[in-house]
Every structure is written in C-alpha cells, then in structure tokens.
C-alpha cells in the first residue's frame, strides 16, 4: 500500500500570513498532487508534479505555489494566506504508468483566521 | 474542461439493501472513471474503477456500470454493511492525462 504523509494534520494562521504544507511518499510515484476539499465543491486540484522540479498548474491555482523538491516531497506555500483559503488540502501520488491510482495521505485542515 | 456532476449529496439506506450512486461527465473523451471512499477523518482511498472500453465491472459487493450514450457511471454497493458509511467521489480523466474531475461527493450512511 501506497504511503503519503502530510504535516501538519492542522494549522491556524492569520490572513496575511505564510503557510506551507508538507508532504512525502515512499513509493518512487512520479506524479504528486494538491487538492483542496471544499463543502459544496468536492476536490479541487491546486498543483500537481511529475517529478523534481516540475510543477504543473491546477484548476484552482491563484494564492498558492509549490515546489518539488525530490521524487519524494511535494511542498504547498501560501503565501500571503486569506480567508478564503481555509480548506482541508489533500496531497495524492499516482504511478501514472500502472492504473492511474491517486493515494491520499490523511489531510491538513487548515484554518486563516 | 470536463464536469462531473454527482446526483446524491447524501444517501440513507438499510444495512443489507442496495446502494446506487449516480454520477454523469460532459466530454465524450472521458475514458476513465475511478470512484474513491473517504471514511471519517481520513484521506481518500481507491474502491473501484471502469474504463470505457467495458460497461460493467464488479468487485465483490461493488458494481460499476457505465453507459457511455448517456455519459453517466454509477456504483451500486450490495448487501451493504455499517462500514460501508463514507463519502463516495466519482471522478474521470481521459486517457494519459494527469488531472482527475472529481464530483463533490455522496454521503452514504447505512442504517443498521
């Protein structure tokens, strides 16, 4: 089974402040991604990776940025964070030569109060 | 882009009875259709799949049916058990792409 984790599992900060959100897999997936779960909108994706050093943009991708830093970690920075970023974010690593599986690690809840 | 729209929000049945979960897509390229299961306070995990190419798959109390005229897809869960209580995401994508469409989720609850 496939393993990601997130940190921090909750954050608080305040409107205008600097977040990231890490996460790792160990299973040499080549794809990672971000997404954002909202009532009301399901899973939106926000970035998403196929590598070191590639980042390719979402759907909804205005006031973040992420970085892929190796083959194992996939980073979220909200910068200059606003209300409207409060959101549960989930990060997911796909194989994307075998069946396309997305693994989810567990969440960040995020509160910009 | 594509939408997946998914028809039940929320969902209440008997444990032991059937649950149907519908959702459609708009763009005929669709090709691959992976429902999700996100249980309390947990991420979500992969339940079952259909490709195009197929119009039913099953695994074990899981069915999937897909009717491609229609650009609809459903799970049906049978016999259903209390741990069948999640939130179910549809989704689809197309062939060798990277991004999934995902619908905004069913809330299914058996009632024991």
């Known amino acids: 089974e496939a393993a990601v984790t997130q940190s921090p599992r909750n954050k608080v900060t305040v409107t205008g402040g600097n977040v990231t959100l890490s996460c790792r897999q160990t299973?040499?997936?080549?794809?990672m991604y971000w997404y954002r779960q909202d009532t009301g909108h399901g899973l939106r994706l926000i970035h998403y990776?196929?590598?070191?050093?590639?980042?390719q943009i979402g759907d909804v991708p205005d006031g973040y940025k992420a970085t892929r830093t190796t083959q194992e970690d996939f980073f979220l920075l909200l910068e200059l964070a606003s209300p409207s970023q409060t959101s549960l974010y989930f990060c997911?690593?796909?194989?994307?030569?075998?069946?396309?599986?997305?693994?989810f690690g567990a969440g960040t809840r995020l509160s910009v109060l | 882009g594509e939408k997946v729209e998914q028809h039940e929000s929320t969902l209440s049945v008997r444990e032991g009875d059937s649950a149907v979960i519908n959702c459609t897509y708009t763009?005929?390229?669709?090709?691959?259709f992976p429902w999700y299961k996100q249980e309390a306070g947990k991420g979500l995990h992969f339940v079952i799949d259909?490709?195009?190419?197929?119009d039913r798959k099953q695994s074990q109390r899981l069915i999937v049916l897909l009717d491609k005229k229609a650009k609809r897809f459903s799970l049906h869960i049978t016999a259903t058990q209390p741990e069948d209580s999640a939130i179910y995401f549809c989704?689809?994508?197309?062939?060798?792409?990277?991004?999934?469409?995902f619908g905004k989720g069913t809330s299914l609850t058996v009632i024991p």
């Open positions: 997911a690593s796909s194989d994307w030569g075998s069946q396309n599986t997305l693994y």
């Open positions: 299973n040499s997936h080549n794809y």
């Open positions: 990776s196929y590598g070191a050093g590639n980042l």
């Open positions: 763009d005929t390229a669709s090709s691959y």
């Open positions: 259909i490709r195009s190419n197929v």
């Open positions: 989704a689809a994508t197309y062939t060798g792409y990277q991004n999934f469409y």
